[in-house]
């Protein structure tokens, strides 16, 4: 797979070497490459925003450097995912259709967001779409991006040393996951459960179906609603 992001901000992608991502890009199971949205523009100031029509606060991104960028990153299977706080939700089963993706493109915008003729116009020609991490406000797309990112590629095969842990996580089956343990048997006077010594696989599998659903209903009930 191959992921290029555009950003004011390159060395906030300078992470991505240390992460398990890092890992992934040395062994060749995904090429990342960060651009700096300045290179596009044509002004001394190297500019790349300016104030909103209708008035407001903050600025927009300008269309014309995202446009002279986009086109040149874009091929014709390419997938552009604009970070947005006003975007559909990131979840798992969106981070799986971006692993089966054979190029994906980060558009992060800064200020009050992107000049929506940029969305526009793409969304003509290619897959467009704006995404949120959470319901919450960020000051840029590229934190948002990382995690995008993190969620995306360890998906892709040959990635996890072992598959199985891709199942058994929480959201992979909609549900939260059950909680895990390790040595010691007692630790300041907090026993493992017992079912979990008993070597009783079948009883082992149903407590963690019942742990994993009553966590969900504490936690999360939302995620039972359908
Ligand atoms: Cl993708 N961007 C920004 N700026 N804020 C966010 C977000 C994205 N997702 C949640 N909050």
Redesign the pocket.
């Known amino acids: 797979m191959k992921i290029d992001i555009v950003s004011i901000f390159p060395s906030y992608f300078d992470v991505v070497e240390l992460s398990l991502l890092g890992k992934a890009a040395k062994s060749k199971l995904v090429e990342v490459t960060v651009h700096d949205l300045r290179d596009a523009t044509t002004d001394v100031h190297k500019s790349v925003d300016d104030t909103p029509y209708g008035g407001g606060a903050g600025m927009v991104m300008s269309p014309e450097p995202w446009g002279t960028m986009l086109d040149g990153l874009l091929q014709e299977d390419s997938w552009l995912i604009v ?3 006003a ?1 559909q939700l ?1 979840s798992q089963s969106l981070a799986v259709e971006f692993s089966a993706a054979p190029h994906l493109v980060f558009a992060c ?1 800064r200020y009050e967001g992107i000049d929506q003729r940029v969305m526009d116009h793409y969304r003509t020609t290619h897959r467009v779409l704006e ?11 590229e934190v ?2 990382l995690a995008m990112m993190e969620a995306t590629v360890r998906l892709l095969p040959g990635f996890m040393g072992n598959p199985e842990s891709l199942v058994e996580e929480s959201h992979e089956k909609g549900l939260l996951e059950y909680p895990s343990y390790t040595k010691p048997r007692t630790w300041r006077g907090l026993d493992v459960p017992e079912v979990l010594l008993s070597g009783n696989h079948d009883a082992i599998r149903v407590w963690r179906e019942e742990q994993s659903l009553e966590r969900t209903r504490q936690v999360r009930p939302d995620l039972l609603e359908d």
């Open positions: 970070p947005s706080p975007g990131f915008g995404v949120s991490v959470g319901d919450y406000v960020l000051n840029g797309g948002a991006v």
